[in-house]
Structure formats: C-alpha cells, structure tokens
C-alpha cells in the first residue's frame, strides 16, 4: 500500500496538490499533517513511500536530514538550495514531472530493504512477500502479503473497504475470497503471535 505524507505550511497549496494525487491515484493513502512537528511525530508512526515538504526552513531540512530513515525525500521551493538529501523542486515545476519522480522514487523504495518493518519479533517485507526472523522465514503471496500490510498501518478495518482496496470489487460482491486469504493468513502466521480479530462494525485488526 503506497502511503505519502504531504506537508505545506499553507493549506491551500497542499490541499491542491494533494487532490491532484488522488485524482491521479499516485498513492492509495495520503497523510497531510498540520504542522511540521506533527509530520515528524506521523514520521515515527507510519511507513510512508515517499516524503513532500513544502517549502521547507533551514533549520527544518537539517531535521529531516537526519529522520527521514531512506524514505524519499522531496522539497518544494522558491529558491534553490543545496540538499543532498532530497530531490528538490523548484517553483514553478511542472506536476506531471514531479508526480512521475515521486511514483518512481516510491516504487524502487517500496522493492528496498528499507522499506522492511518489524512487527512483534518478525521482519516483514511486502517487497519480498516475506516474514523472518532469525533462521525462519515465511512466504507469502502477493494478496496475502497486500492484506497484511494494509492492516498492519490501517486496522481495523471493515469487509467492504478490504474487498475494494485490495481486490478492486465494488459494493454489494457476495463472495468468500477475503475469508478464505484471511483463514490462509492464519494459518502461516500461527507462529508468530499475530491473529485477526472481527467483531461487528469494527471490522478485521491485527493483533501482535
């Protein structure tokens, strides 16, 4: 699941980019923090594909510098300046070049080791479709590696949006498909210590 954080000190400048990233599909997920602490904390949390800043201070890029932990780094601004790293744009850009960079940027990312997380005691790679840890190693198929990623940053989450997301089906498809890769899931991750709980509205979340 390909998930950018986008952050601008003005709203409307990020509210449009980021409606043109959505219009476009360039990621299925699109975090727009509020201020610049707040990215950095949304930063710690998350495992994003691809980092925008917009018109980044100094004293900011050389935060970013040092946090961005081999995510993607892009910079938006009106003057130039020497980033090493970053990808820096300069105003005005044209967005169909800077969207191609970040879609790229993010696709070799998302095929790195980097992209990796550490769940319980495992390592997880959606790239690889793998889950280690020490000697053992677990493989996955590419949906099961898609839905446990998805939960992994979005649980809980309901039938319906699972099914859309990750399958492409609209509302109102009766079929078993989730139930039966969520009992397949089960089954490989029986020794990890993770599960899938349901309960009512709440929907499907992973347990670790």
Same mark, same amino acid.
């Not at 201020?35 to 980092?51: N, P, Q, Y």
């Not at 095929?111 to 959606?126: C, E, M, N, R, Y």
């Given at each position: ?22 219009? =476009? ?9 509020? $201020? ?14 691809? =980092? ?46 800077? =969207? ?21 005691? #495992? ?29 992994? /940053? ?12 990750? #399958? ?12 039966? /890769? ?10 990890? $210590? #993770? ?10 979340? =992973?347990?670790?």
């Amino acid at each position: 699941m390909r998930h950018i954080l986008l952050y601008s000190p003005t709203v409307l400048p990020r509210q449009v980019l980021a409606g043109e990233m959505r219009a =476009l599909g360039v990621a299925d997920e699109i975090c727009e923090p509020d $201020g610049f602490d707040a990215a950095l904390d949304e930063m710690k949390r998350e495992k994003f594909s691809a =980092l925008i800043f917009d018109e980044p201070t100094a004293d900011q890029r050389a935060v970013l510098a040092q946090n961005k932990g081999g995510i993607p780094l892009f910079y938006l601004l009106s003057s130039p300046v020497e980033a090493p790293e970053a990808l820096v744009y300069q105003k005005p850009f044209r967005l169909p070049v800077l =969207l191609t960079a970040v879609i790229a940027a993010a696709a070799r990312f998302e095929q790195s080791d980097d992209s990796a997380v550490t769940i319980g005691l #495992w390592k997880f790679s959606p790239a690889a479709k793998t889950l280690t840890f020490e000697a053992q190693e677990i493989r996955l198929t590419e949906k099961e590696s898609a839905l446990l990623d998805y939960l992994f /940053h979005k649980s809980p989450v309901d039938r319906e949006t699972l099914l859309r997301d990750i #399958w492409g089906y609209g509302e109102g498809i009766s079929t078993h498909t989730l139930e039966t /890769h969520i009992y397949r899931l089960r089954q490989k991750l029986e020794n990890t $210590g #993770w599960t899938f709980t349901v309960g009512g509205n709440d929907g499907y979340k =992973l347990v670790y």
